[in-house]
């Protein structure tokens, strides 16, 4: 079947195997802590062991719910933000076909909504759902997150004034608290089918519970296959995996070891286009978990070869602060060979009759050597094909190796108390009551 790969080959220029096994011990350490539940953050590690606890009683609600959607909907809005929606975009762009939105096989389109406060984005998503039939996906554990609050209402009163009320409430399914609650509250007393998010699992770390799960049932793909993946994925990155046969601790160490030689930006780089929100996903999950106390690496994100053509310039030679982790698929789903041209205007038939993935693959190789000559190191990590199977997999490996990691540079990888900060002020410049004062402020500060 294969294996997600962890290779270090093109970082031993620039730190050794010696100092990233120093990180072995707090690693290991760091591994106790998460499954004895002793770290920060302890009470929200449902995250964990989930994919293992998820019985087929569940998924079969879920996969229930998927079909009742599809078969009333030519679209499904997922409301959502964060870690609410990124890990769904993510499995649903990475599995689907490139160009889904302009085809037609049998399943809705997913949209989006809530995830920004863009007044022309939802004006023109109104302006579709007229002519379209659909349902909603609603998700936040509090109801009161202000991007998919507001789209719900929009989104909410217009499916009602499409399909009446009764009808409406058959199409709307939300994903939040088990008891408390905004959304909670609307949703039992509207009726509404629900699913809860636990109350130990953060929206970052989210999407092998229903916050994924039934976006993606609903594309079409098989939920069952990704959560063996990720089950997968919890075993082979446990405790009781040794540190030198253990992806996600592997991973962790070399990152870490590169942060302490000056290496603070990690660039994830794919070749593969369906890995961009993959990339948007993991860019949150590491964000969020690490960036406290003035400390973590930032994580950036590249495709290439497309970027190639506008960052590779800086990467090759701007500051010597980043760092690649370059994530390959091994097995192409489809396979293209380049034709062969008589005139060969553009001198490029010595690559014709090979694959595109033969020609990807030595950009991909090419290029690790040039950024590595220019100052870069690259972690190299590979899985075998892009498939339900392996998604679940790759995503429970980085939930692990970023709590580890989190928990080596001693901060909490759960939390986000930084994120309250731009809440507050809008919140003031919009007039909430109670934050008169705060307003004040702010206006003058800004001069409005």
């Given at each position: 079947m294969g294996e997600l790969k962890v290779n270090l080959n093109n970082i031993l220029d620039f730190v050794s195997k010696e100092e990233v096994n120093t990180f072995k011990t707090k690693i290991e350490e760091s591994q106790r802590k998460l499954e004895s539940k002793s770290g920060k953050g302890n009470d929200f590690l449902g995250w964990l062991t989930l994919p293992g606890s998820i019985t087929p009683t569940h998924l079969a609600d879920i996969e229930q719910t998927a079909r009742d959607l599809r078969g009333k909907s030519d679209i499904v809005v997922v409301i959502g933000i964060g870690g609410s929606y990124l890990g769904a975009k993510a499995v649903i762009e990475a599995l689907g076909n490139s160009f889904a939105q302009l085809q037609n096989n049998g399943n809705p389109h997913i949209i989006f909504a809530g995830q920004n406060i863009c007044e022309d984005y939802h004006a023109e998503l109104i302006q579709l759902l007229n002519g379209k039939n659909y349902s909603i996906v609603v998700i936040s554990k509090s109801g009161t997150t202000t991007e998919p609050a507001i789209a719900f209402r929009l989104l909410k009163q217009h499916l009602e004034g499409k399909v009446g009320k009764a009808e409406a409430a058959k199409r709307i399914v939300a994903i939040t608290d088990q008891s408390k609650g905004a959304l909670?509250?609307?949703?039992?007393?509207?009726?509404?089918?629900?699913?809860?998010?636990?109350?130990?699992?953060?929206?970052?770390y989210s999407v092998l519970t229903p916050v994924g799960l039934l976006p993606i049932a609903i594309a079409g793909f098989d939920i069952r296959k990704l959560v063996e993946g990720a089950v997968a994925g919890e075993k082979?990155?446990?405790?009781?995996?040794?540190?030198?046969?253990?992806?996600?601790?592997?991973?962790?160490?070399?990152?870490?070891?590169?942060?302490?030689?000056?290496?603070?930006?990690?660039?994830?780089?794919?070749?593969?286009?369906?890995?961009?929100?993959?990339?948007?996903?993991?860019?949150?999950?590491y964000g969020e978990s690490e960036g406290k106390e003035n400390k973590g690496i930032f994580p950036a994100g590249v495709d290439f070869t497309s970027d190639l053509h506008s960052m590779g310039q800086y990467i090759q030679e701007g500051e010597r602060l980043i760092f690649e982790t370059v994530i390959s698929i091994e097995k192409p789903a489809h396979q293209l060979t380049i034709p062969n041209d008589p005139a060969n205007l553009d001198q490029l038939n010595f690559i014709s009759g090979k694959r595109y993935s033969e020609v990807n693959r030595m950009a991909e190789l090419g290029t690790i050597v040039a950024?590595?000559?220019?100052?870069?190191?690259?972690?190299?990590?590979?899985?075998?094909?892009?498939s339900d199977y392996w998604i679940g997999y790759t995503l429970y490996f980085f939930e692990r190796a970023c709590a580890i990691s989190g928990y080596v540079l001693n901060v909490n990888p759960f939390d986000q108390p930084g994120v309250e900060a731009y809440k507050k002020n809008m919140f003031a410049l919009l007039g909430k009551p109670g934050f008169e004062e705060q307003s004040k402020t702010l206006r003058t500060r800004l001069g409005i």
């Open positions: 909670r509250k609307l949703a039992d007393s509207e009726g509404y089918r629900t699913f809860v998010i636990p109350d130990d699992v953060g929206g970052r082979n990155t446990s405790a009781n995996i040794p540190f030198e046969q253990n992806p996600a601790c592997i991973y962790a160490a070399a990152r870490n070891a590169l942060y302490g030689k000056g290496k603070n930006v990690e660039i994830m780089v794919n070749y593969t286009p369906k890995l961009h929100y993959l990339t948007e996903w993991w860019k949150q999950l950024h590595n000559d220019g100052g870069v190191p690259c972690i190299s990590i590979s899985i075998p094909e892009l």
